[in-house]
């Protein structure tokens, strides 16, 4: 939660410019640009169908934009080979990826895969890579069970920990405290704040991003409705405005960080 460093020369990292996307015939993304900032944990906010997961989609290269364009350092995602953009990016998904007749330590395993040469074993380093991640994601008792006896929780989890063990420098989360219980959800978010990654999170939970990240991008039907540091961006007017909710927002000690208190009617809009 502490000020990032600043990039080295060239080491722009990951950003999105002007990037538009259709889904379904509909314009879901309208010439959005997001320029996180390297080392920082960012939070996109945005009510259901903003365009949250499209854009992260569009920052992992899983999806094209249409107009604009996804950079990583500099470069155009498109131009990229797939292994070297998997060496640098990972991904935690809304939905835990089936794999049924895997151990957990073999699921984290897969997020070694954009380091090893084919066919070759696993080397110490990546065993190592995989037996941090486990212990960081309190899952090292878990390692020998099968994901399907996994609860949904222990699953993101292993997401994560299997995107900690690819080492990357850029990290994607959708909506990573689903299924989480508070501790959970706490202990996931204190462990990502504090990884000094590129981080971009998506989140509904207005006062856990208060407490984690270090700048919010808010989004609202596919446009940059706000951005900036948290206290900037959170306010009365932003959830009125974006949500069409009536909150007090308060800062309240010992850090100051918002904390918005909903007042259950709804809001005019405009
Ligand atoms: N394949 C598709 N076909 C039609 N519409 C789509 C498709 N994919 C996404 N959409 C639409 O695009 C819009 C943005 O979806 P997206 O999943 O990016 O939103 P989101 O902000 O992540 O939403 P949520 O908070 O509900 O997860 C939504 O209206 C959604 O219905």
Redesign the pocket.
Known sequence: MTDAPSPAPGRTGLRAERVSRT??G?L?LDGVTLAPRPGALTGLL??????????LRLLAGVLAPETGVVTLDGDPLRGLPRRELARRVAVVG?HADTQVGLTVADAVRLGRLPHRRAWSPPTAADEEAVRSALARTGLSGLAHRTWHTLSGGERQRVQLARALAQEPRELLLD?PTNHLDVRHQLDLLALVSGLRLTCVM?L?DLNLAALYCDHLVV?REGRVAAAGPVAEVLTERLVADVYGVRAAVTHPAPDGRPHVRYLGAPAGRG
């Open positions: 889904a379904g509909a879901v945005g009510p259901n169908g903003s365009g949250k997961s499209t854009l809304q909506e998506a509904h989004l």
